[in-house]
């Protein structure tokens, strides 16, 4: 049987943030997390835990989405509803939460493995390892994540340059 | 060798490459300026790409809003919880009368009389009924003192004459009876303003908000008025004595520590006052009641004012710790509540 324990104490932090933001949203992320874990405990062994954990977690997240997905669109909007009236646990600044919101706006205009490629990557994992959570070729990441990263920041630019646009409108 | 594509640059910043085809690209780059420009780029886009995902680590706590909490159980559960304490404690009532003894009713009923002042001034002086020894009078003639006053109205069952002590106590005059009632039914008697806020208070458990983990101390949190009050519960039973005096002292220095101002507006009107009268080296009777030293001071946890209570518990020898926002005289009301819990779950362990 898998160590569990360990597994958890070693992955669960950038696992949670990875699917933080994939789905936008910590509850969500930290339930895909722990029935993560709950599956590497069925496991008997596994070669490679750190892209075996990300796989389970994209693919839980992927049927999740499938099962489900009208709810969770309707359980999303409610969710944007409540986040205009709610009061934030930490101190957000205005900036800060128009760059989450553009943020999040950039990161949902990518292609759905150029995004998990992307936050993958920023969790350390390499090149081998995404490949093989992926079903990529290795020789493909470097395109797969060159091609993300480009988009990602042309289009977070882009909503910047029209947010900078309106204010200025709004101003004069 | 050829210019080398983004993929290929990327892999190579991002450390994926062979040693042989990282040191090919690593030349090419010094010998070619636009594969030296596109290398720039790439790393601006990491950077960047990096910097955009963090601000995706704000997420909310999603679909259900912060300020409610996240798991609550069924008011069913409640209800429940609320008739098996009722039956528990008429067991205990009946238990008890078959004893001789009552010591632990006594006692309880003794670590009340500190609880309310403004109780104690408009009915029975503090030490008539701390020292008297009315309290260690035998249980049976205790609980017999309502028993009768009620079965002049008509005659009830034990349950019956648990629940409703809360409207009976303020019509009930100040005598020990009600008091004996408190650590079994309701902490209702004396005060009607105080009666008033427990029957709002509920007579139902209280409210655990959640039990974290700590090592060396159990740790329990209650809603309390919409606030969160915490319980620590610690240390072991022979050094309870050493471990209490510390804290008292400890909270005594803390609270003496703080700025004038905080104490002022935290806790207007009782915690100057109580607060002097419990940790003062030679307390009147009600600082140490019932082999119950306690302790009443300010703290602040993250920059807010708190009102601390340290008692320790006669029977485990257990140092507890009530820890809140809330008025200090509200905290000794928990107290109370909590060590009736805390003595009817004992009740029930040990039949």
């Known amino acids: 049987m898998t160590d569990v324990e360990r597994l958890f104490r070693t992955y669960n932090a950038a696992l949670v943030r990875y699917l933080t933001r994939r789905l936008g949203d910590r509850d969500w992320a930290e339930e895909v997390a722990q029935e993560t874990f709950v599956r590497a405990l069925r496991q008997t062994s596994i070669t490679n835990e750190r892209a075996w954990l990300f796989a389970v977690a994209t693919n839980l997240v992927r049927d999740e989405a499938r099962k489900d997905s009208r709810r969770r669109k309707h359980l999303a909007l409610l969710a944007e509803e409540e986040r205009g009236a709610m009061v934030e646990p930490e101190e957000t600044t205005l900036e800060r939460a128009q760059e989450a919101s553009m943020a999040r706006k950039a990161v949902d205009a990518l292609a759905e493995r150029d995004r998990l490629a992307l936050l993958m990557r920023e969790e350390g994992l390499d090149y081998n390892e995404i490949a093989e959570a992926l079903e990529l070729s290795p020789g493909s990441v470097g395109t797969t994540l060159s091609r993300a990263r480009r988009r990602l920041v042309e289009s977070y630019e882009s909503l910047q340059q029209d947010r900078e646009a309106r204010e200025k409108n709004a101003a004069s | ?351």
Not at chain 2, 76 to 105: C, F, H, M, Q
Not at chain 2, 198 to 207: E, W
Not at chain 2, 247 to 272: C, F, I, L, V
Not at chain 2, 314 to 320: E, I, R, S
Request: with cysteine.
């Open chain 2, 1 to 351: 060798m050829q210019h080398p594509d983004e993929g290929t640059i990327h892999a190579w910043l991002d450390g994926a490459l062979s040693v042989e085809e990282a040191a090919a690209i690593e030349a090419h780059v010094k010998e070619c300026p636009e594969c030296a420009t596109a290398v720039a780029e790439a790393r601006g886009f990491i950077a960047a790409s990096s910097r955009i995902l963090t601000a995706l680590d704000n997420a909310p706590r999603g679909v259900i809003p912060t300020a409610r909490p996240r798991k609550r159980f069924d008011p069913l559960v409640w209800r429940i919880a609320a008739s098996l304490l009722v039956v528990a404690a008429g067991t205990l009532v009946v238990v008890r009368n078959r004893e001789a003894g009552g010591r632990a009713d006594a006692a309880a009923a003794d670590s009340l009389a500190p609880m309310r002042p403004g109780a104690s001034a408009s009915t029975v002086p503090v030490t008539s009924r701390v020292g008297s020894g009315q309290a260690v009078v035998p249980a049976p003639k205790v609980f017999d003192l309502p028993a009768q006053r009620q079965a002049a109205v008509a005659p009830k069952k034990v349950e019956d004459r648990l629940a409703p002590a809360v409207p009976a106590a303020p019509a009930a005059p100040a005598t020990l009876a009600p008091m004996a009632m408190v650590p079994l039914a309701s902490p209702a008697a004396g005060a009607a303003g105080a009666a008033a806020r427990d029957r709002a208070f509920g007579a139902a458990p209280l409210r655990i908000v959640a039990t974290p983990r700590r090592i060396g101390a159990k740790v329990t949190l209650y809603e309390v008025d919409g606030d969160t009050v915490t319980l620590t519960e610690s240390g072991p039973p022979l050094e309870s004595v050493v471990v209490t005096g510390l804290s008292a002292r400890q909270a005594t220095e803390k609270a003496a520590a703080q700025p004038k101002r905080m104490a002022a507006a935290a806790a207007p009107a009782a915690a100057p006052d109580t607060q002097e009268r419990r940790v003062a080296p030679a307390p009147p009777a009600p600082a140490v009641v019932g082999g119950q030293a306690e302790s009443n001071s300010l703290a602040t946890i993250n920059g807010q004012a708190m009102n601390v209570i340290t008692w320790s518990d006669a029977k485990t020898g257990a140092t507890l710790t009530l820890t809140g926002r809330i008025p200090s005289a509200r905290l000794e009301q928990l107290k109370i509540r909590i060590e009736r819990e805390r003595a009817e779950a004992a009740a029930r362990k040990e039949p």
